[in-house]
């Protein structure tokens, strides 16, 4: 069984993902809605339970999406920003608080979305926002919960042989690359145990390929030498990049000193939203 691990970055703009399979495409199958049954093989350094049970983290379905809230920045509190989002009722949809409003928690919204009814509370000066999300990550929200939430489903599936992809998009400075550095090195440390659990019957190999989308160019963030690299797509195995190099991995350690590689490697630089350092 080949299971490739890669992740994508698009510096100065809205798209980041990191995705366990080649193929960056939703299967065509249709699923089947697991039943719920309790977890165990938690891998070192976090309980997550094991991905290759059916969990009842979140209901399988081929797309889910999340929000994470950010906290103010060391600008935004030095110029006396006030919070303007707090979380709906149903725990999965936010509220927008208006400027005249009383101040809700201290933080800043990761992606923007414009209101369009009030919750008919004329006191409370919020109005919803149109959308409601599989859940909703504030900023005290402990890192291991959201990646349980978000990984545990998503190896589940690739394990099971579903093409899966972790998008993280959002304005400049909402905090992508911030929260991709956290999934990714989970992601790989939750398959590479897997793979030393598996029996003789099975062979499971990670591989990585990173690479990163500036100003529309593709390059090589392993080997930064291989600039403007083109986008193919196959009718059977879908997309990949043409010339990207991809190095098999078989322990976390492995894993970081490339992925520390690529940071290394990326384009990035200060702007008004955001300065050079993820938050």
């Not at 999340?66 to 509220?95: N, Y």
Request: charged content about 20%; overall charge neutral; hydrophobic content about 35%.
């Amino acid at each position: 069984m080949m299971l490739p691990t890669r992740s994508i970055q698009r510096g100065g703009s809205a798209l980041s993902t990191a995705s366990s399979p080649r193929v960056l495409q939703l299967p065509q199958q249709q699923r089947q809605t697991p039943t719920p049954q309790t977890t165990q093989h938690a891998p070192a350094g976090l309980a997550m339970g094991d991905p290759t049970a059916t969990t009842s983290v979140v209901e399988s379905r081929p797309i889910r999406c999340f929000v994470r809230v950010r906290p103010f920045t060391q600008a935004e509190q030095a110029r006396g920003g006030e919070g303007c989002i707090s979380v709906g009722d149903d725990g999965k949809s936010l509220r927008l608080k208006t400027s005249s409003g009383t101040p809700g928690s201290a933080v800043s919204p990761t992606a923007v979305a414009s209101p369009t009814s009030s919750t008919g509370n004329n006191n409370s000066n919020t109005v919803d926002m149109p959308c409601t999300f599989d859940e909703v990550f504030l900023p005290d929200t402990d890192v291991n919960t959201i990646c349980k939430t978000i990984l545990v489903p998503t190896t589940r599936d690739v394990m099971q042989g579903y093409r899966n992809a972790i998008v993280c998009y959002g304005q400049t400075g909402g905090g992508k690359t911030f929260t991709l550095r956290q999934l990714a090195p989970t992601l790989a440390r939750m398959l590479l145990t897997i793979g030393r659990r598996e029996d003789d019957t099975h062979e499971l190999t990670v591989s990585v390929e990173i690479i990163e989308i500036y100003l529309e160019q593709v390059t090589d963030l392993l080997d930064p030498t291989r600039k403007n690299l083109q986008v193919r797509e196959f009718p059977d195995t879908g997309v990949f990049v043409k010339g990207a190099s991809e190095e098999t991995v078989s322990s976390i350690g492995a894993f970081e000193a490339l992925w520390g590689r690529a940071m290394n490697s990326r384009q990035c630089g200060a702007t008004a939203l955001k300065d050079k350092r993820a938050f």
